[in-house]
């Protein structure tokens, strides 16, 4: 079995920063592409930052300049540093990877953390 747990979010005034964090655990051969969503409240969800496995990045033009992913293989986690943050960054944040498993070494699959929530006060 693989999972994703985040961590590091919470409450926050406008203009603070948060560092989430994302660990994969379980029968992982090998993580391909790791990724940050968001929801927020009555939206669909979005993504927000995605890493490679050579750390090549993308990311949704509205955290452009503040929000910044980063990982470590070494430890199967990756990072979302949030600087500036607003009230419209308030969201569910949900990790999600693209794992090769032990068991199937030459599938990558789909896994998703349960998420952690960002609130943001103006």
């Known amino acids: 079995q693989v999972q994703l747990v985040e961590s590091g979010g919470g409450l926050v005034q406008a203009g603070g920063s948060l560092r989430l964090s994302c660990v994969a655990s379980?029968?992982?051969?090998?993580?391909?592409?790791m990724g940050w969503y968001r929801q927020a409240p009555g939206k669909q969800r979005e993504l927000v930052a995605a890493?490679?496995?050579?750390?090549?990045?993308n990311s949704a033009d509205s955290v452009k300049g503040r929000f910044t992913i980063s990982r470590d293989n070494t430890k199967n986690t990756v990072y979302l540093q949030m600087n500036s943050l607003k009230p419209e960054d308030t969201a569910v944040y949900s990790c999600?990877?693209?794992?090769?498993?032990?068991?199937?070494?030459?599938?990558?699959?789909?896994?998703w953390g349960k998420g952690t929530l960002v609130t943001v006060s103006s």
């Open positions: 890493i490679t496995s050579d750390d090549n990045t």
């Open positions: 379980g029968a992982i051969r090998y993580i391909t592409r």
């Open positions: 999600n990877a693209n794992i090769r498993t032990l068991d199937r070494p030459l599938y990558a699959e789909v896994y």
